[in-house]
């Protein structure tokens, strides 16, 4: 659907986007997530044809001249005229498009429907909420129906609702259109992207599915509480033979581990052999963000 080779973006000397490559399935979702600055934003504004690359190319399959209609977009903070009502915004958008009057009152109709704000068409924008006002950004990048959608950070400023209620309009848009979205809310790239692209610094370090991802960094560990000052135990902890690195996280100690069974075996032993007061013993799952930090170090 999209292939992206080796772009690059300079602004005043300075190198923001250097030589990225990927490729957007038909169909699929795609999350880019990275760190602020990262340049997740930038990527976006050149693949809608807002910026220049300064290098490389992006093409859309079996498009060779304008590719504008085949795409949508919603900027991560878009902009209303807070004194139309959703209904008239949507209107004047299918206008922009040159769409017949009947074809408009249609369309204006269905998206609404689809983006739940039917009950609310007539109602000034600016007596949105922020998830209301999203939900209508999404409505307008998709009213000429593309075949692509960007949407940059859609949920980032979003209570726990309209963020709930953004995910499941992107998980409905999904089955009929190929999306990429960024952001920095990494369960929000778990739970509805098919793939993944990491960004640091302007480069990808990773490109692939979740799956992928986890099975690369993920690691084992345990978590332990003991009834003694645990800054005196890291060093002796970290000395067993399973064990990769520990993490003191608050009265806690999260020990990385290569095999769980033996460790698991090593440290009760050295607990018990050191007459060691053990509050708490846990296995772990790594979060998604200590997925993402290692990525991206």
Known sequence: MLTVKNLSKQFN?????????????????????????????????????????????????????????L?????????????????????????????????TQRRTKGLLEQVGLSNAKQKRISTYSGGMKQRLGIAQAIVHQPSVLFLDEPVSSLDPIGRRDVLTLMEQLKEKMTILFSTHILNDADEISDSVIVLKSGKVVEDGTMEKLQKKYTTSKIILQFEQNHSDLV?????????????????????????????RTEILDFTL?????????RIGRVSMEELFVKAVN
């Open 71 to 103: 795409i949508g977009y919603l900027p991560q903070y878009p902009k209303f005229d807070d004194w139309m009502t959703g209904e008239e915004f949507l209107t004047y958008c299918c206008k922009l498009y040159g769409l017949s009057s009947e074809e």
């Open 235 to 263: 060093s002796q902890i970290e000395q067993l033979s399973n064990v990769t690195s520990i993490e003191t996280i608050g009265q806690y100690l999260h020990v990385y581990i290569t095999d769980l069974h033996t460790a």
């Open 13 to 69: 000397k300075h190198l923001v986007i250097n030589g990225v490559s990927f490729t957007l399935k038909k169909g699929a979702c795609t999350a880019l997530i990275g760190p602020n600055g990262a340049g997740k934003t930038t990527i976006l504004r050149m693949l809608t044809g807002l910026i220049k690359a300064s290098e490389g190319s992006i093409t859309y399959t079996n498009n060779t001249g304008d590719f504008r209609h």
């Open 273 to 281: 052999k050191s007459n060691l007061q053990l509050n708490e013993f």
